[in-house]
Protein backbone atom coordinates (compact mmCIF):
# COMPACT_ATOMS: atom_id res chain seq x y z
CA UNK A 1 0.00 0.00 0.00
CA UNK A 2 2.67 2.45 0.83
CA UNK A 3 4.29 1.61 -2.31
CA UNK A 4 1.33 2.38 -4.06
CA UNK A 5 0.78 5.41 -2.56
CA UNK A 6 3.73 7.08 -2.69
CA UNK A 7 4.34 6.06 -6.77
CA UNK A 8 0.92 8.13 -6.98
CA UNK A 9 2.55 11.14 -5.07
CA UNK A 10 5.58 10.86 -7.05
CA UNK A 11 3.59 11.01 -10.33
CA UNK A 12 1.23 13.90 -9.13
CA UNK A 13 4.02 15.70 -8.33
CA UNK A 14 5.40 15.05 -11.84
CA UNK A 15 2.32 16.20 -13.52
CA UNK A 16 2.22 18.92 -12.04
CA UNK A 17 5.76 19.63 -12.97
CA UNK A 18 5.49 19.25 -16.58
CA UNK A 19 2.37 21.12 -16.51
CA UNK A 20 3.88 24.37 -15.20
CA UNK A 21 6.84 23.66 -17.71
CA UNK A 22 4.80 23.64 -20.38
CA UNK A 23 2.65 26.45 -19.57
CA UNK A 24 3.11 29.20 -22.14
CA UNK A 25 5.76 32.02 -21.17
CA UNK A 26 4.34 36.02 -21.45
CA UNK A 27 6.07 37.29 -24.40
CA UNK A 28 8.96 39.46 -23.73
CA UNK A 29 8.64 43.68 -23.68
CA UNK A 30 9.63 44.83 -27.01
CA UNK A 31 13.06 46.94 -27.05
CA UNK A 32 12.61 50.56 -27.23
CA UNK A 33 13.37 52.05 -30.28
CA UNK A 34 16.32 53.74 -31.13
CA UNK A 35 16.78 56.88 -32.92
CA UNK A 36 18.80 57.29 -36.03
CA UNK A 37 22.68 58.57 -35.45
CA UNK A 38 22.58 61.75 -38.00
CA UNK A 39 25.65 63.10 -36.69
CA UNK A 40 28.21 63.87 -39.80
CA UNK A 41 30.56 61.01 -40.51
CA UNK A 42 34.27 62.09 -41.40
CA UNK A 43 35.91 60.46 -43.95
CA UNK A 44 38.98 58.33 -43.26
CA UNK A 45 42.43 59.54 -43.12
CA UNK A 46 44.96 57.07 -44.93
CA UNK A 47 47.93 56.51 -42.86
CA UNK A 48 50.86 55.45 -44.78
CA UNK A 49 52.28 53.34 -41.67
CA UNK A 50 49.21 50.71 -41.70
CA UNK A 51 50.45 47.52 -42.93
CA UNK A 52 48.64 46.13 -45.82
CA UNK A 53 47.92 42.43 -46.64
CA UNK A 54 48.41 41.21 -50.43
CA UNK A 55 49.44 45.40 -51.10
CA UNK A 56 45.75 45.89 -51.43
CA UNK A 57 44.02 49.19 -50.49
CA UNK A 58 43.17 48.84 -46.98
CA UNK A 59 39.21 49.18 -45.39
CA UNK A 60 41.24 52.84 -43.41
CA UNK A 61 41.54 54.34 -46.63
CA UNK A 62 39.22 56.58 -48.81
CA UNK A 63 39.02 53.65 -51.78
CA UNK A 64 36.81 56.17 -53.84
CA UNK A 65 39.81 59.43 -53.37
CA UNK A 66 41.79 56.44 -54.54
CA UNK A 67 39.70 55.33 -57.75
CA UNK A 68 38.94 58.99 -58.70
CA UNK A 69 43.00 59.43 -59.45
CA UNK A 70 42.69 57.72 -62.40
CA UNK A 71 39.15 57.94 -63.53
CA UNK A 72 38.79 60.69 -66.31
CA UNK A 73 41.19 63.81 -67.11
CA UNK A 74 39.25 66.83 -65.26
CA UNK A 75 40.77 70.10 -65.54
CA UNK A 76 39.30 71.25 -62.04
CA UNK A 77 41.57 68.30 -60.21
CA UNK A 78 44.19 69.83 -58.26
CA UNK A 79 47.33 67.25 -58.93
CA UNK A 80 49.33 68.61 -56.17
CA UNK A 81 47.07 66.85 -53.97
CA UNK A 82 46.29 64.09 -55.95
CA UNK A 83 50.14 62.92 -56.24
CA UNK A 84 50.29 63.09 -52.70
CA UNK A 85 47.02 60.92 -52.01
CA UNK A 86 49.03 58.52 -54.80
CA UNK A 87 52.15 58.37 -52.73
CA UNK A 88 50.62 57.33 -49.56
CA UNK A 89 48.94 54.46 -51.21
CA UNK A 90 52.14 53.61 -53.20
CA UNK A 91 53.83 53.56 -49.39
CA UNK A 92 51.48 51.65 -47.95
CA UNK A 93 50.86 49.25 -51.06
CA UNK A 94 54.48 48.79 -52.04
CA UNK A 95 53.44 50.13 -55.68
CA UNK A 96 54.83 53.00 -58.02
CA UNK A 97 53.10 55.73 -59.74
CA UNK A 98 51.88 56.51 -63.39
CA UNK A 99 50.99 59.99 -64.45
CA UNK A 100 49.01 59.86 -67.72
CA UNK A 101 49.46 63.47 -69.03
CA UNK A 102 46.89 64.22 -71.28
CA UNK A 103 42.81 65.25 -71.50
CA UNK A 104 39.09 64.81 -72.31
CA UNK A 105 39.90 65.65 -76.13
CA UNK A 106 43.21 62.96 -76.65
CA UNK A 107 42.12 60.15 -78.89
CA UNK A 108 45.18 58.26 -78.25
CA UNK A 109 44.69 59.13 -74.75
CA UNK A 110 41.44 57.43 -75.12
CA UNK A 111 42.47 53.92 -76.84
CA UNK A 112 45.39 53.51 -74.27
CA UNK A 113 42.65 53.51 -71.71
CA UNK A 114 40.45 51.11 -73.45
CA UNK A 115 43.04 48.95 -74.27
CA UNK A 116 44.24 48.54 -70.64
CA UNK A 117 40.63 48.64 -68.96
CA UNK A 118 39.76 45.78 -71.85
CA UNK A 119 42.58 43.52 -71.12
CA UNK A 120 42.60 41.73 -67.52
CA UNK A 121 45.60 40.58 -67.47
CA UNK A 122 46.84 43.95 -68.15
CA UNK A 123 44.49 45.79 -65.57
CA UNK A 124 44.88 43.28 -62.91
CA UNK A 125 48.74 44.14 -63.05
CA UNK A 126 48.11 47.58 -63.17
CA UNK A 127 46.60 47.90 -60.07
CA UNK A 128 48.94 45.56 -58.29
CA UNK A 129 51.96 47.83 -59.05
CA UNK A 130 50.70 51.16 -59.35
CA UNK A 131 48.73 53.90 -58.50
CA UNK A 132 47.11 55.28 -61.68
CA UNK A 133 46.77 58.77 -61.47
CA UNK A 134 45.57 60.95 -64.65
CA UNK A 135 46.79 64.44 -65.03
CA UNK A 136 45.27 67.22 -67.35
CA UNK A 137 47.15 68.87 -69.91
CA UNK A 138 44.42 71.13 -71.98
CA UNK A 139 44.13 74.83 -73.20
CA UNK A 140 41.52 74.62 -70.87
CA UNK A 141 44.09 73.88 -67.76
CA UNK A 142 47.54 73.14 -68.72
CA UNK A 143 48.55 72.53 -65.07
CA UNK A 144 52.11 74.54 -66.55
CA UNK A 145 53.31 74.64 -62.50
CA UNK A 146 52.82 70.98 -61.83
CA UNK A 147 54.29 69.87 -65.07
CA UNK A 148 57.37 72.42 -65.03
CA UNK A 149 59.16 70.01 -62.22
CA UNK A 150 59.57 67.27 -64.98
CA UNK A 151 61.61 67.53 -68.24
CA UNK A 152 59.61 68.66 -71.16
CA UNK A 153 56.96 66.30 -72.44
CA UNK A 154 58.11 65.73 -76.35
CA UNK A 155 54.96 64.27 -78.94
CA UNK A 156 51.72 63.88 -78.63
CA UNK A 157 49.64 62.38 -75.67
CA UNK A 158 49.20 60.85 -73.50
CA UNK A 159 52.70 60.89 -71.95
CA UNK A 160 53.34 58.68 -68.56
CA UNK A 161 55.80 59.07 -66.06
CA UNK A 162 57.03 56.84 -63.53
CA UNK A 163 56.82 58.27 -60.49
CA UNK A 164 58.65 56.11 -57.40
CA UNK A 165 56.53 56.03 -54.22
CA UNK A 166 58.59 58.86 -52.38
CA UNK A 167 57.86 60.89 -55.72
CA UNK A 168 61.23 60.51 -57.45
CA UNK A 169 60.84 60.46 -61.25
CA UNK A 170 62.05 57.31 -62.72
CA UNK A 171 61.39 57.16 -66.46
CA UNK A 172 58.95 59.92 -68.65
CA UNK A 173 57.55 57.52 -71.36
CA UNK A 174 55.82 58.52 -74.41
CA UNK A 175 53.19 56.58 -75.34
CA UNK A 176 54.00 56.08 -79.26
CA UNK A 177 56.66 53.27 -78.03
CA UNK A 178 53.32 51.30 -76.96
CA UNK A 179 51.59 52.18 -80.54
CA UNK A 180 51.71 50.44 -84.16
CA UNK A 181 50.00 52.74 -86.11
CA UNK A 182 47.52 54.30 -84.15
CA UNK A 183 46.83 50.94 -82.26
CA UNK A 184 47.67 50.24 -79.02
CA UNK A 185 50.15 47.10 -78.74
CA UNK A 186 48.55 45.58 -75.59
CA UNK A 187 52.19 43.57 -75.25
CA UNK A 188 54.26 46.69 -75.05
CA UNK A 189 52.35 48.07 -72.62
CA UNK A 190 52.40 44.84 -70.36
CA UNK A 191 56.39 45.06 -70.76
CA UNK A 192 56.69 48.66 -70.11
CA UNK A 193 54.63 47.96 -66.74
CA UNK A 194 56.60 45.03 -65.99
CA UNK A 195 59.95 47.31 -66.63
CA UNK A 196 59.10 49.67 -64.26
CA UNK A 197 57.43 47.51 -61.40
CA UNK A 198 58.62 48.02 -58.09
CA UNK A 199 60.72 45.25 -56.55
CA UNK A 200 59.39 42.39 -54.59
CA UNK A 201 60.12 43.12 -51.39
CA UNK A 202 62.03 40.84 -49.43
Sequence with gaps: MRTTFGGAVVAVVCAA????????????????T??????????????????????????????AAIAGLGAQFDPARDPVADLET?????????KRIILEVGNAACEPCHALDEAVEGNGDL??????????VK?????????????GQF???????PHLLVIDADGTLL????????????????????AFLKQWAPPTPR
Excluded at 21 to 32: G, K, L, V
Excluded at 41 to 47: C, I, K, L, M, S
Excluded at 137 to 146: G, H, I, K, Q, T
Excluded at 176 to 183: F, N, P, V, W
Design 151 to 157: PPLQGEH
Design 86 to 94: AKVEAQRGN
Design 34 to 63: QPLDTRPTEPPVADPSEPVASGNTPAAADI
Design 123 to 132: RRFRDAHYVW
Design 171 to 190: APQPSEAMHKGRTVQTARVM
Design 17 to 32: LIGACSQPQPPAAPEP
Design 135 to 147: VNDSAENPNAAFL
